[in-house]
């Protein structure tokens, strides 16, 4: 069970305050979804009897919040609650709107009475006129945490201080004794601020190198997780066996990044009873902790900072691609730029080339996105107004460099292109449009003929026509079945949507897969590709577009994207699978039904 979990209440107030502001004209600030973020984390998984361990609540972004009384557990005394603390302060993360962080923290002391494994069930708090409920909490109590000279458990930062928006990596390395080989059949890894940590978002895991070997261990009791094995290691004079856990992270306001004192348990475990009753139990257990860890995440600085500064933090690379390069005034080219390196590759604003003034020769369409941890992609549609253009600018990307602690920029090179002017046409207006044609007919003479009138067709002439209609629609729809239909493939994609989301539902492996899936649904629904469906408004957007979808489903499918963007970008704890699976397909079938 992870010992720090992550729920997400509507603040249904909050949202009607923020509509009225935006009304009024005065949005100060952005409060995201107007979602508050309540978190609950033990400051160890692991204590030992007679010692106490911390319970810590943190709500964010709520405007009203209260703790409720905490729940009995037998064999710990829970509380009471402490006073609240609170913080706030405005950041302005990855070149976004301010947003202004409302933070207050409550603590309680648990003092365990007996040795167990025990579960603290989910807490509740009251957040903007609702109930919010965590999940459970894991407590192992022991009376011996022997194990020190028999174990080893380090964490250890790529970085001790770093800037809103620099992501940072986590190392976990840890193993036992090869002594006691034939002893352990099981490990534990307590890791008390996994699932979230309050100020910061959890990027994916880099990919392991191909032919790594990895197992699966318990994570936070009753999870479990997959780590890389590492070779044998000497340590203390005596062959080890390790282990390796990496994660990165990124910071979303200044301040402390807290990682309390982690605990791996490596045990025996033994199965008894009988055939109705078998049950396992540890027949000997070692402990070791980690020493805890401080980030000091410190503000972006004012100085120096670009207007058009879009959250880019980093040391990068930029290489740039074009095609066609001969082309036709008005003709489409996909500029084709990647950024790579070291930084904050998955969050920072693109450049937006419509802006610039360099590319006032160009029309820009738009543009397609890929991002993963170690590369940004972005593909632009452009078009040359007219034959004088010769090159495609450079494009710009403003960026802050942890390193120097100033402002930089990176800038793709200019890329030659070569223009023909259409003849007889004027170019490439500023509508939307496209080409204004000075004579579309060009092989046609527009004067009437001298001679009089066209003769007029004969009565037989006319039912012969006729006659052959049903002739002329059965040759050309063989020739569409022969030839294809050019939308017969975005309608079979939209046809087969619903079947395609429930095979990749099956397929998924994490919450990015399970999200890229709905979203995939949607753009097929809608003949879009999905990228467009990300941070879309769903209600604005239905409304704009008159599908008579039920305002029920929407709320679910909202709901939806927000838990699984979450889990995928915001560290928060994966939805159950299965859960996830029969929700997206209910909602799936109602979308169908209303009309998407």
Not at 74 to 96: F, V
Not at 150 to 164: C, D, P, Q, Y
Not at 400 to 418: A, H, L, Q, R
Request: glycine share 8%; proline share 7%; charged share 25%.
């Amino acid at each position: 069970m992870f010992n720090s979990v992550h729920v997400c209440t509507k603040a249904g107030f909050g949202l009607l305050l923020v509509a009225l502001l935006s009304i009024l004209g005065a949005p100060l600030f952005a409060q995201g979804q107007s979602q508050a973020q309540v978190t609950a984390q033990l400051s160890s998984g692991v204590v030992k009897l007679g010692s106490e361990v911390i319970l810590i609540a943190t709500i964010q972004n709520a405007a009203f919040s209260d703790v409720r009384p905490l729940p009995a557990v037998d064999g710990l005394r829970l509380g009471p609650w402490s006073n609240p603390s609170s913080r706030q302060m405005i950041s302005s993360i990855n070149g976004g709107r301010p947003t202004r962080l409302d933070e207050k923290t409550w603590t309680a002391v648990v003092r365990p009475e007996r040795k167990g494994e025990f579960t603290i069930p989910g807490l509740e708090f009251s957040v903007d006129g609702s109930v919010a409920r965590t999940q459970p909490l894991a407590l192992t109590v022991v009376e011996d945490l022997k194990g020190e000279e028999l174990g080893v458990f380090g964490i250890r930062a790529s970085t001790h201080k770093v800037v809103e928006g620099e992501p940072f990596t986590i190392e976990m390395n840890f193993g036992w004794d090869m002594a006691l080989k034939e002893r352990i059949n099981w490990a534990n890894l307590s890791l008390p601020w996994w699932g979230k940590l309050p100020g910061a978002i959890e990027n994916a895991p880099p990919p392991l190198a191909a032919g790594v070997s990895q197992v699966e261990l318990i994570l936070n009791t009753t999870e479990t997780i997959r780590v890389e094995v590492l070779p044998k290691t000497t340590i203390r004079g005596r062959a080890f066996q390790m282990y390796r856990l990496v994660r990165s992270f990124t910071p979303t306001r200044s301040g402390a990044l807290e990682f309390p004192s982690s605990w791996l348990e490596f045990a025996r475990v033994e199965d008894s009873g009988d055939i109705f009753s078998r049950r396992r139990e540890k027949v000997e257990s070692f402990f070791v902790k980690s020493e805890p860890l401080t980030i000091d995440v410190i503000e972006l600085p004012e100085a120096g900072r670009p207007p058009d500064f879009g959250g880019a933090i980093g040391k990068f690379n930029v290489r740039a691609t074009a095609a066609p390069r001969d082309v036709d005034a008005g003709e489409s080219i996909k500029l084709k730029i990647e950024w790579t390196g070291a930084g904050n590759l998955e969050f920072f604003s693109v450049p937006e080339p419509s802006r610039s003034d360099a590319f006032h020769g160009f029309r820009v369409y738009g543009k397609t996105e890929t991002k993963t941890f170690d590369r940004r992609s972005v593909t632009y549609d452009i078009a040359p107004r007219s034959a004088e253009v010769k090159l495609i600018p450079p494009i710009v990307l403003p960026v802050f460099d942890p390193e120097s602690g100033s402002y930089t920029s990176v800038s793709t090179e200019p890329i030659t292109i070569n223009v023909r002017a259409l003849s007889r046409v004027s170019g490439l207006s500023d509508s939307a449009s496209g080409f204004v044609a000075q004579n579309d007919l060009r092989d046609v003479d527009r004067k009437w003929s001298e001679a009089g009138d066209l003769p007029r067709p004969g009565r037989t002439t006319v039912f012969f026509a006729f006659g052959l209609l049903p002739f002329l629609w059965i040759a050309m729809a063989r020739v569409a079945r022969r030839r294809g239909d050019p939308w017969a493939p975005l309608e079979r994609r939209r046809r087969r949507a619903k079947a395609q989301l429930a095979r990749e539902l099956a397929q998924a492996d994490s919450p990015r897969a399970e999200l890229g899936a709905v979203q995939n649904f949607l753009g097929a629904r809608t003949a879009e590709v999905p990228e467009a469906w990300q941070g879309r408004d769903l209600r604005e957007w239905f409304a704009r577009h008159l599908i008579a979808v039920e305002p029920e489903v929407i709320r679910e499918l909202q709901g939806l994207i927000a838990e699984l963007e979450a889990a995928t970008w915001g560290g928060a704890r994966r939805p159950a699978q299965s859960s996830v699976r029969e929700r997206a397909l209910s909602v799936a079938d109602r979308l169908v039904r209303g009309g998407l």
